[in-house]
């Protein structure tokens, strides 16, 4: 079955860059997504179609794709961003498949 | 505003049978595909189905089929989950979560809270 790899945990310091990864094979023919997920809470969408950004989405949330990996970045990171975050893509006959997610903590 | 609001969830032994129910808000119901997204305790994000907006598609993952069965009544703006044969496996937070298509990829612009079924004797 297709696998997205998320790294398991990033941590930063409040107002550096933070970066996530994801990879897969099938990425390069494949949109990625990225879900924000904060404890109790359901997941909410920060980028949509490897770079796009919902309306109500910080400007610091931004997301790319070379090859076959996929990155969300997040600038000036605050506290308010610590969460769990998830890459979707889907597979060769359209499933959708999540990554395993990565914790980010904000030191 | 667009809102999901699940409920159905709670404690039913292996191999009983539980339903969800979805109830959807703030947005043309009837013109979205719909989908079960599910979480177990700790764990990832795993999608489980998807119903197009007129019924006529239906998926499940594999984990599921021939278990689960999705659908939807429109005129109530409501979106089921009824759930067969349960097992261990299948105690997760379940999301009900709108359909968004970039070509043919599906993506979830929108959860509600989620409604925990626990499968355990």
């Known amino acids: 079955s297709y696998e997205l790899t998320q790294p398991p945990s990033v941590s930063v310091s409040p107002g550096q860059t933070a970066r996530i990864t994801c990879s897969g094979d099938?990425?390069?023919?494949?949109?990625a997504y990225w879900y924000q997920q904060k404890p109790g809470q359901a997941p909410v969408l920060v980028i949509y179609k490897d770079s796009e950004r919902p309306s109500g989405i910080p400007e610091r949330f931004s997301g790319s794709s070379s090859g076959t990996t996929v990155t969300l970045t997040i600038s000036g990171v605050q506290a308010e961003d610590e969460a769990d975050y998830y890459c979707?893509?889907?597979?060769?006959?359209?499933?959708?498949?999540f990554g395993g997610g990565t914790k980010l903590t904000v030191l | 505003e667009v809102q999901l609001v699940e409920s159905g969830g709670g404690l039913v032994k292996p191999g009983g049978s539980l339903r969800l129910s979805c109830a959807a808000s703030g947005f043309t119901f009837s013109s979205y595909s719909m989908n079960w997204v599910r979480q177990a305790p700790g764990k990832g994000l795993e999608w489980v189905s998807s119903?197009?907006?007129?019924?006529?598609?239906?998926y499940y993952a594999d984990s599921v089929k021939g278990r689960f069965t999705i659908s939807r009544d429109n005129a109530k703006n409501s979106l089921y989950l009824q759930m067969n044969s349960l097992r261990a496996e299948d105690t997760a937070v379940y999301y009900c979560?709108?359909?968004?298509?970039?070509?043919?990829?599906?993506?979830?612009?929108?959860w509600g809270q989620g409604t925990l079924v626990t499968v355990s004797s």
């Open positions: 979560a709108r359909d968004q298509k970039d070509f043919d990829q599906h993506y979830f612009d929108y």
């Open positions: 979707q893509s889907a597979d060769s006959s359209g499933t959708p498949v």
């Open positions: 099938a990425l390069p023919k494949q949109y």
């Open positions: 119903i197009s907006s007129s019924s006529s598609y239906i």
